[in-house]
């Protein structure tokens, strides 16, 4: 019996993007099992909370079953380790992106020798969607209020945000 391929694709989704969306389903195609690890970001402000960011992240991962949606906190070793990951998945848009994800899979490999890491690129309609930029054309108004780089849930949200900034 083979062993299941476990991939982990880290991140904050604040909120989670077609982008996004897109680097989980490449994934979901080449590992048996993808978890999106939605990240505390004790770091960063987020626009939504942990909880939202998770229900926005099931809601639209719900029609793929190889998906699992679970919130992390702490280092990517120890999240990697618990759920018995071999495969750290990154998504790179630009030159800029693959400099610190370069690095960070380098800091990574020596965490986790076993551990590879693989970066996917969107499709090119998706290349230069980011999430700072999603919240940005929603809550300030730009064109289509950004209905065009979310699913539709997501887009949502970001519209009830958008009324309570108001």
Same mark, same amino acid.
């Given at each position: 019996?083979?062993?299941?391929?476990?991939a982990?694709?880290?991140?904050? &989704?604040?909120?989670?993007?077609?982008?996004?969306?897109d680097?989980?389903?490449?994934?979901?195609?080449?590992?048996?099992?993808?978890?999106?690890?939605?990240?505390?970001?004790? *770091?960063?402000?987020?626009l939504?909370?942990?909880?939202?960011?998770?229900a926005?992240?099931?809601?639209?991962?719900?029609s *793929?079953?190889?998906?699992?949606?679970?919130? &992390?906190?702490?280092?990517?070793?120890?999240?990697?380790?618990?759920?018995?990951?071999?495969?750290?998945?990154?998504?790179?848009?630009?030159?800029?992106? &693959?400099?610190?994800?370069?690095?960070?899979?380098?800091?990574?490999?020596?965490l986790?020798?076993?551990?590879?890491?693989?970066?996917?690129?969107?499709?090119a309609?998706?290349?230069?969607?980011?999430?700072? &930029?999603?919240r940005?054309?929603?809550?300030?108004?730009?064109?289509?209020?950004?209905?065009?780089?979310?699913?539709?849930?997501v887009?949502?949200?970001?519209?009830?945000?958008?009324?309570?900034?108001?």
């Open positions: 019996m083979s062993k299941q391929i476990v982990i694709y880290p991140g904050t &989704f604040d909120p989670i993007s077609l982008g996004h969306e680097i989980v389903l490449r994934a979901a195609a080449m590992f048996d099992k993808v978890i999106l690890a939605v990240a505390t970001a004790h *770091h960063k402000k987020t939504f909370s942990l909880d939202e960011r998770m926005m992240a099931r809601e639209t991962m719900a *793929h079953p190889q998906v699992e949606v679970v919130p &992390f906190t702490g280092l990517a070793r120890d999240f990697v380790r618990t759920h018995n990951a071999t495969v750290i998945v990154r998504g790179v848009r630009t030159v800029t992106d &693959f400099d610190y994800e370069f690095q960070l899979a380098g800091m990574n490999r020596d986790m020798p076993d551990v590879e890491t693989v970066f996917l690129t969107p499709s309609k998706y290349q230069f969607i980011s999430s700072t &930029f999603v940005e054309i929603s809550l300030l108004g730009g064109a289509g209020d950004g209905q065009n780089l979310v699913s539709a849930g887009y949502k949200r970001l519209m009830a945000k958008k009324a309570t900034a108001s």
